[in-house]
């Protein structure tokens, strides 16, 4: 493994509900980062996250665990911890040393109690936090649900990067709002092919574009003066708002994936790679009444979570 720049490295935890497919997506991000050649199954007991014997005969994390991927020129650091809230220590540790919290919603059941706990701890700790909308190829989801519930119990600052073409056992394709363009996925390997949004659902997509645009506009004066002259903003500005969004929690981004399928998660990588903060724009940890920043030519600290 090549040696990163701290602009390059990304730390995530995975967070959410028992049964959300935390582990499952942590399986495909690491089979899409090339870590393994093929990937587990939680049924099959032979995901590299859940390796304890424990973890397998109850078929949920009980331990926060560590792997990573290399993607894009970028290394990402995944904690995927335990959805059960018997096990919420390891959540909580994770949220000290990881950067953004991947919540992940199972789109059967919409927010359950759960995601509203760890949500609670991620905003006492000021963590940015992503929304991943999984199981969208199963027959029972309900997309509209689980948007309404996430608005309902997240806040307004729940904004859609993405939305499926269609959700149930057909489900293959989104529309990303982000760069206007519609993604197609084929099998279970981490490729797609990336097109022009249909015309029945450009009408949508642009709404959600512009909300988006002002969202990212909304967390620096600079964007804010360039929309009002504009317009409008650019890729490139919108990557920079959403960012300063997130670090705020001024922006809850929703992306749709099915960890099973591997659909959606490769795009889900990509805007961590190219959006999420690195540890280095990150605010400064504290340790008693010291503020201890991430800078490689400081002196060094360790912090242990486990």
Same mark, same amino acid.
């Given at each position: 493994?090549?040696?990163?720049?701290?602009?390059?490295?990304?730390?995530?935890?995975?967070?959410?509900?028992?049964?959300?497919?935390?582990?499952?997506?942590?399986?495909?991000?690491?089979?899409?980062?090339?870590?393994?050649?093929?990937?587990?199954?939680?049924?099959?007991? !032979?995901?590299?996250?859940?390796?304890?014997?424990?973890?397998?005969?109850?078929?949920?994390?009980?331990?926060?665990?560590?792997?990573?991927?290399?993607?894009?020129? !970028?290394?990402?650091?995944?904690?995927?911890?335990?959805?059960? &809230?018997?096990?919420?220590?390891? %959540? %909580?540790?994770?949220?000290?040393?990881?950067?953004?919290?991947?919540?992940?919603?199972?789109? @059967?059941?919409?927010?359950?109690?759960?995601?509203?706990?760890?949500?609670?701890?991620?905003?006492?700790?000021?963590?940015?936090?992503?929304?991943?909308?999984?199981?969208?190829?199963?027959?029972?989801?309900?997309?509209?649900?689980?948007?309404?519930?996430?608005?309902?119990?997240? =806040?307004?600052?729940?904004?859609?990067? @993405?939305?499926?073409?269609?959700?149930?056992?057909?489900?293959?394709?989104?529309?990303?709002?982000?760069?206007?363009?519609?993604?197609?996925?084929? =099998?279970?390997?981490?490729?797609?092919?990336?097109?022009?949004?249909?015309?029945?659902?450009?009408?949508?997509?642009? &709404?959600?574009?512009?909300?988006?645009?002002?969202?990212?506009?909304?967390?620096?004066?600079?964007?804010?003066?360039?929309?009002?002259?504009?317009?409008?903003?650019?890729?490139?500005?919108?990557?920079?708002?959403?960012?300063?969004?997130?670090?705020?929690?001024?922006?809850?981004? %929703?992306?749709?994936?099915?960890?099973?399928?591997?659909?959606?998660?490769?795009?889900?990588?990509?805007?961590?790679?190219?959006?999420?903060?690195?540890?280095? &724009?990150?605010?400064?940890?504290?340790?008693?009444?010291?503020?201890?920043?991430? &800078?490689?030519?400081? @002196?060094?600290?360790?912090?242990?979570?486990?």
């Amino acid at each position: 493994m090549k040696t990163y720049s701290t602009e390059h490295i990304k730390n995530v935890f995975l967070i959410g509900n028992s049964g959300s497919g935390k582990t499952t997506l942590a399986e495909s991000m690491a089979f899409n980062g090339g870590l393994i050649e093929r990937r587990g199954d939680v049924n099959h007991k !032979n995901t590299i996250s859940d390796f304890k014997e424990i973890e397998q005969t109850n078929e949920n994390s009980i331990f926060s665990s560590l792997l990573y991927c290399e993607y894009k020129n !970028n290394k990402i650091n995944i904690l995927d911890s335990p959805g059960l &809230d018997d096990f919420v220590g390891g %959540v %909580v540790s994770s949220m000290h040393v990881a950067d953004t919290g991947l919540m992940v919603l199972n789109a @059967q059941n919409g927010v359950e109690v759960g995601a509203e706990i760890h949500n609670r701890y991620l905003a006492r700790v000021n963590k940015p936090m992503i929304i991943v909308v999984n199981h969208l190829d199963h027959e029972k989801t309900n997309w509209e649900k689980t948007i309404e519930t996430a608005k309902e119990r997240f =806040g307004n600052n729940v904004t859609l990067i @993405q939305f499926p073409v269609d959700t149930g056992s057909g489900f293959s394709a989104l529309v990303d709002v982000l760069t206007m363009k519609m993604y197609k996925f084929s =099998g279970e390997s981490s490729k797609y092919e990336i097109s022009d949004i249909p015309a029945d659902l450009m009408d949508q997509a642009t &709404d959600l574009h512009n909300e988006l645009i002002e969202k990212a506009a909304e967390n620096d004066e600079a964007l804010m003066e360039l929309f009002f002259a504009n317009d409008t903003l650019t890729e490139e500005e919108m990557r920079k708002g959403i960012t300063l969004g997130l670090m705020n929690r001024g922006i809850l981004p %929703v992306f749709c994936v099915s960890a099973k399928k591997n659909i959606g998660v490769t795009r889900l990588m990509e805007f961590i790679c190219n959006v999420a903060p690195s540890p280095a &724009d990150m605010p400064p940890a504290k340790a008693g009444s010291k503020e201890i920043k991430c &800078d490689k030519s400081g @002196q060094l600290s360790m912090f242990v979570f486990k």
